[in-house]
């Protein structure tokens, strides 16, 4: 068992002209993602995109990635089709499989001035070369009790009842819009990583504040508090990445 705590300024830290980027697992550059991975999960970014900037079109292949946004609205157009705008309380899903290529931009223009602050998630698939996909949902209903709830998922248990569905059969992300003082308690699972999106949360005696991360092995249940209120995402993985 091991709960590890990694604070905000601990991350991996990358920026250029019009892109902030706080990696939990370092991404820019030439890294070895599974080496890296906690449990499934390859990639963990929370970036932020200038107004009237983004990313051009570029290539994936055989990852999930999973997109959350936390303020501003994301410009999305893929190879497939898909052509739209995803905003807070939406949880997208994106199915690199034989391979995709997509560009996301900040939505909002460069007058108006309004960054785009977004996490991107990785996981693995479970098979390599699936058909490229695309899914959505809007969670914000599910959110407003704030209770965990599980918002894409690729576990047996979830499967009438996860709003994204992910091709991997170990993972679920889970997310909740904590109410002041109102506990919730983490699932038990082989991996966990906990991140705190907004505002401050108690892990029993430990204080965790925006950007921090929490990695558990085997840790079992873990109840939290955010005393004033908190946005956390938590994967519930069930094997590793190598």
Known sequence: MSVTV???????????????SWQSFPATGNFDLAANAHGVLLVHNDDRVDAGEGLDMHRHRDVEIITWVLEGTLRH????????????????????GRGITHSEANATGRLDGTDLRVVQMWVTADESGLEPGYAEADVSDML??????VVASGRPEHAATAPVSIHNASAALHIATMLPGKPVTLPDAPFGHLYVARGTVTMGAETLAEGDAVR????????????GGAEILFWEMHAGAR
Request: net charge neutral; charged share 25%; proline share 6%.
């Open 144 to 149: 407003a009790t704030g209770a965990l709830v």
């Open 77 to 96: 157009r893929d190879s497939t089709g898909n052509d739209g705008l995803l905003r807070p309380g939406v949880v997208q899903r994106m199915t690199a």
């Open 6 to 20: 990694i604070r905000a300024g601990e991350r991996a830290h990358w920026r250029n002209e019009w892109l902030e």
């Open 216 to 227: 558990t092995t085997g840790a079992g249940e873990i109840p939290l508090v955010g005393p």
